[in-house]
């Protein structure tokens, strides 16, 4: 099978478009960031496999047709209201961070099991709608009206991938020794201020809704 077949002529266009969406810090990169300098890579890999799990629904959304939803403003604004109060809750809970006696890795509180990570990825990118924005976007204004289910397919999957390679080397480079280390002092701002970021997209996102 010839790479034609797989990928459409703009997908470089789309391979860019998508990698300048990701050097953009948003609520993912805040989530991860706090659990990678609280817990190291064992605490923040698994939120990784959750926000790239939670844009391939997305990604798989836009693939059959996102525009029935996207046109549907009820069923949008309960998304956006629903995504509004979930970064609320993550932010007001990075908020009340206390600083933490930490040292060489020994003596940290325990990571978040498996399972809550996972939970914590899907829903970050999930009860996000502009997700959904965004992939409908790349696929329907770059890809254009002629490109292949195979084609998209093969999209969906190269951007879902890069979504996970590109957290996972984000939290395993603040998990490096010398940056956590630094970090580790520091933890509670940081996670202070990753609260604020959330909690004011949260505020932003309810102000937008309703106007």
């Given amino acids: ?35 990678t300098i609280g817990h190291g890579l064992r605490g923040s890999r698994f939120i990784c496999v959750g926000v790239a799990l939670g844009n391939a629904v997305y990604i798989a959304i836009a693939i ?10 009820v069923i949008f604004t309960v998304i956006e209201f629903a995504g509004a109060l979930y970064l609320l809750w993550i932010g007001l809970q990075l908020l009340r961070s206390k600083p933490q006696l930490m040292t060489g890795g020994q003596g940290e509180i325990e990571a978040p099991s498996v399972l809550k990570q996972l939970l914590l990825g899907i829903n970050s990118a ?16 770059i890809l254009g009206p002629d490109v292949t289910l195979v084609q998209q397919l093969s999209c969906g999957v190269w951007m879902m991938l890069t979504v996970l390679l590109w957290d996972l080397f984000v939290a ?5 020794p010398k940056i956590r280390e630094r970090l580790n ?27």
Avoid at 64 to 73: E, M, Q
Avoid at 126 to 141: D, I, W
């Fill in 126 to 141: 999930l009860l996000n709608p502009k997700n959904a924005l965004f992939y409908m976007s790349l696929m329907a204004v």
């Fill in 172 to 176: 395993w480079l603040i998990g490096l």
């Fill in 64 to 73: 059959l047709g996102w525009s029935g939803i996207r046109d549907n403003p």
């Fill in 1 to 35: 099978m010839s790479l034609e077949l797989l990928f459409p002529a703009a997908f470089p266009a789309l391979v860019l478009a998508h990698f300048v969406a990701l050097l953009s810090p948003g609520q993912d990169f805040f989530l991860i960031s706090a659990n």
């Fill in 185 to 211: 002092r520091r933890i509670h701002w940081v996670e202070r201020g990753a609260g604020v970021v959330l909690a004011s997209l949260g505020v932003g996102i309810f102000l937008q809704t309703g106007r």
